[in-house]
């Protein structure tokens, strides 16, 4: 599991993982379209996503890890 901080959020936003993560995260538009996507190869279990060139609207972050045992999907309100 993980959750997302701020949310709504702005320019940045934190995704913080209940254990230590490494695979790839993607943020979607409500259609399921991906707008970015990062590999994350981290030793840590918070990972900063840069949000500043998204519109004002409802996304979804996705990931999923190397090993496939974490994967989900939060929804994010940008509020310009």
């Known amino acids: 599991g993980a959750f997302l901080f701020p ?3 702005v320019d940045a ?3 913080n993982f209940k254990q230590v993560f490494s695979g790839t995260i993607s943020i979607c538009d409500i259609n ?3 707008i970015s996507s990062q590999q994350v190869n981290s030793d840590q279990t ?3 996503l840069n949000t500043k ?3 004002s609207a ?4 996705k990931w999923s890890s190397i ?3 974490n994967a989900g999907a939060l929804p994010l309100v940008i509020n310009r």
């Open 67 to 69: 090993t496939n045992d």
């Open 32 to 34: 399921g379209k991906t």
């Open 46 to 48: 918070t990972v900063e």
């Open 13 to 15: 936003v934190k995704i």
């Open 58 to 61: 409802i996304y979804f972050v």
């Open 53 to 55: 060139t998204l519109p």
């Open 7 to 9: 949310n709504p959020g």
